[in-house]
């Protein structure tokens, strides 16, 4: 009778991801259902759980489901004895339904912000406003601010990388509410995680780990790269899953949080920007960076470099643009540089005599 009930909650789980796989819900129902209700309480709730826990929740599981399935395949194949082709299918649907779970889990707590409607549908977006002229100017403009907001940066100080700069939350916040959040984040602690050694190797700056919405960063960021890592992350847990989204939500709250954050996000922006020029544009936009920028860049360049380990590299984030593409976002990783488009197509960057425009949905 046991053995009956586990294998029909292993069919009905391996079911149940099959259909919700194939038959999404619309945008309009994820909206108005997950997003707007599920979700932020969902999230408030287990953030709260795993901040009182020093240790990355996420990295137990992944143990957890690593030992599970050892367990699994060495009692299943020992109980089947001369049956062996009989034992590797039973232990091949037992792990089918390990990843059924664990699929619906990731789902439920967090994957379906992918099929939210993206910021560029919510927000009036002209898409005549993304010219390779402006783009340029953009990159110039974030130039500038890098050059300008340099020294005031420096000398305020970047957060430690596990630190919660209140400026940062209150600012993420605001933003959070000129876009419609029911109720604002519970912001994630920053943690390190057992995947820090893969982190530097394939290049990975920080993660929103979906399982119990905590906020994974890398030790080695240096300091002008806190802000905007740390608000790209939270972010993400405030449910803008494509990373365009996140990119433009994080570099808004960074420009209202100080010193510190806003030269952090110019000094992103501006190499964001920059990628997307013609290479004698590029060189020529380049040639008005100032020293300082100048040697942060390279700085966070030989981070990167120094750590990395090119055959992880690539599996990565080939890896990554194919469960991005599979939850719906078209461009994969190049998601990351469309945060250009979309604050041109908003013109979300417009300053006026009070400073930076609210967004309006």
Same mark, same amino acid.
């Given at each position: ?12 789980? +391996?079911?149940?991801?099959?259909? !919700? ?16 209700? =599920? ?5 408030? &709730? ?19 489901? +690593? ?30 339904? +390990? ?13 379906? &912000? ?8 919510? %927000? ?8 390779? @002229? ?19 940066? #420096? ?11 209140? /400026? ?9 509410? $000129?876009?419609?959040? *029911? ?33 994974? !960063? &890398?030790?080695? %960021?240096?300091?002008?790269?806190? *802000? ?5 992350? =939270?972010? #993400? ?21 100080? /010193? ?12 964001? @920007? ?12 380049? $040639?008005?960076?100032?020293?300082? *920028? ?10 990167? !470099? ?5 055959? !992880? ?37 417009? +300053?006026? *005599?009070?400073? #930076? ?5």
């Amino acid at each position: 009778m046991r053995k009956s009930a586990t294998r029909i909650f292993q069919l009905l789980a +391996i079911g149940a991801a099959v259909l !919700v796989a194939l038959f999404r819900p619309g945008r309009l129902t994820v909206e108005d259902v997950y997003a707007q209700r =599920w979700y932020p309480l969902l999230q408030a &709730n287990l953030t709260s759980v795993s901040n009182q826990l020093p240790l990355a929740l996420f990295d137990v599981a992944l143990v957890v489901v +690593i030992l599970l399935v050892i367990a699994t395949w060495v009692i299943t194949l020992k109980r089947a004895k001369k049956k062996r082709l009989r034992g590797i299918g039973q232990a091949l649907v037992s792990t089918l339904a +390990i990843a059924a779970v664990i699929y619906l889990w990731f789902l439920a707590a967090w994957g379906f &912000n992918y099929a939210r409607q993206p910021l560029e549908a919510r %927000l009036p977006y002209d898409a005549s406003r993304v010219t390779p @002229a402006a783009v340029r100017a953009l990159a110039e403009h974030a130039v500038r601010e890098a050059n300008r907001t340099h020294a005031a940066g #420096h000398a305020a100080g970047f957060p430690a990388v596990d630190a919660m700069p209140q /400026p940062l939350i209150t600012a993420l916040q605001e933003v959070e509410r $000129e876009l419609g959040r *029911p109720r604002t984040t519970v912001i994630a602690r920053p943690k390190y995680s057992m995947l820090t050694p893969f982190f530097r190797a394939g290049s990975v700056s920080g993660m929103c780990a979906p399982f119990f919405l905590e906020t994974l !960063v &890398n030790p080695d %960021l240096t300091g002008p790269e806190r *802000p905007y890592v740390l608000a790209h992350e =939270w972010a #993400h847990l405030s449910g803008y899953a494509p990373e365009d989204d996140a990119s433009f939500v994080g570099l808004l709250a960074v420009l209202r949080a100080g /010193p510190a954050a806003e030269y952090s996000g110019w000094l992103e922006l501006a190499f964001t @920007a920059i990628s997307q020029l013609q290479p004698v544009t590029q060189r020529l936009v380049l $040639e008005n960076l100032a020293e300082g *920028p100048r040697r942060d860049q390279q700085a966070i360049y030989d981070r990167v !470099v120094g750590s990395r380990v090119e055959l !992880v590299d690539r599996a990565a984030w080939k890896t990554y643009d194919h469960m991005l593409k599979s939850q719906g976002v078209e461009a994969g990783v190049q998601s990351y540089s469309r945060v250009v488009q979309l604050l041109l197509g908003t013109n979300a960057l417009a +300053i006026g *005599p009070s400073g #930076h425009q609210a967004i309006k949905p």
